[in-house]
């Protein structure tokens, strides 16, 4: 949700670095010298410096997957984003899955590259993932699931006593868990503990639930990617609604911000319910930058998706995913539901910041941080064996056709084109997707493996990073990447 906690667990693309003259540099090997190249493209920090970089050294396969302007498009987003990386370190050698140890302007990452050996050792993809730095365990793999239940009930355990977890954990194989528990108090006012089937806000993990909405009026032929929001909003206040596509909008480059601010801070939380409601934070807001020359984390792009739902179906953007996501999925504790509801079961944030950022002496309350009302966006509920549910359905072809599916579990950068017909057995699907969202008493995390079949899941009613620290150790019990 607010941009802090809003950096993605996994980027299948890449960073970059600036080295300092007297700092350690890669290995001379040929995994190395792909290292070498990404830090000089990016050090550059032009677009044509990672267009070099990316036709120089990107496998084959990897520019069929995406096409090489779009991955300059998106390269060149983290870029600003992210600014120049220093190296520090390799954390895991390997012929073809080495991970690096960089630095950013904003803290320590694990860069780990994914190399093609038929290849000359062509880039397949890059991931990240934030790190503790230098010093940081890296966990081993487990030798059975077993193992791994064990080890993430041993950890959970220390962590919930030593109050830097509360919540839910769940890791399944093929859809069947094998490990679910709950740590913690759903609420400490009244010493309710966390249940396996406590609902949970799940921050920014709403959007996925918003692009498979978005899908699906796509796959029907009611929209189109290349759409202009004015197309569907022809009232829009947006200036520039008449260039912004819904593509860009999805895919994070579409200029629009956040409506995390100084107009939602004056604003009373009980008032923001409505997806227009929302729209009021921002829409007199200037562009970031001209739509599609760049990339932006951007909560108000995915408000402005939730209005195109909204126009195009004829429902409120929580009926529509109710009834066509949750529903089919048989999400029978997902909802978008209001603050101030009584809802039986639902975890309450706490929160250790106060509205500056500020360690607090005591953990309060985040009741105030919360908009009335979750969104498009994001701050909706859900249990883990609800999102276990929402994986199991999308990867079973049941919420959209094969086509579509495979879209859901990529970078969502080229959609299918057309209406797409549905299929009578599942799509053949490879790769992953992963999912986090986090605000001031919230974090959440999804991660779905499609070569192994594992799901995990990691919910908290405590500040970011305390799931994402949780799913990153269960990854590496499992050997997922």
Known sequence: MKPRYAFALALFLGLATLLRAAGPEPPDTPQGARMKALLAAFAAGTPDAV??????????????QMPLEQRVQRLSGIVAQTGPLEYHSILRPSE???????RSRDGWMELGMMLDASAGYGVQGLRFDESEGPGAVQEARMGSDAEAAAAADALLQKLSASGDFSGVVLMAKDGKPFFQQAYGLADRGLGVPNRPDTKFNLGSINKIFTQTAIAQLA???????????????????????DRITIQQ????????????????????????RTLEDYLRLFATDPLLYEPGTSRRYSNAGYIVLGLIIEKVSGQSYYDYVRENIYGPAGMTSSDSYLQDAVVPNRATGYTSEDENEKRLSEPRTNIYELPGRGSSAGGGYSTAQDLLRFDVAMRAGKLLSPA?????????TAP?????????KPPKLSGGRGAAGGTSGVNAVLEMDLDTGYTVVVLSNLDPPSAEKVSKTLRQFLGLR
Do not use: C
């Open 51 to 64: 267009r070099a970089f990316i036709a120089a050294n990107f496998a084959p396969s990897a520019l069929q």
């Open 96 to 102: 073809t899955e080495p991970v690096y140890l960089v």
């Open 219 to 241: 796959e029907k032929g009611k929209l189109s990617f290349t759409d202009t929001i004015r197309r569907h909003l022809p009232e829009s206040p947006l200036a520039a609604a």
């Open 249 to 272: 909008l999805v895919s994070m480059t579409s200029g629009l911000g956040d409506f995390f601010g100084e107009k939602f801070n004056a604003t009373p939380k009980a008032r923001i």
């Open 404 to 412: 579509w599916t495979a879209w859901f579990y990529s970078d969502r």
């Open 416 to 424: 299918p084109s057309g209406p797409q017909p549905a299929a009578s």
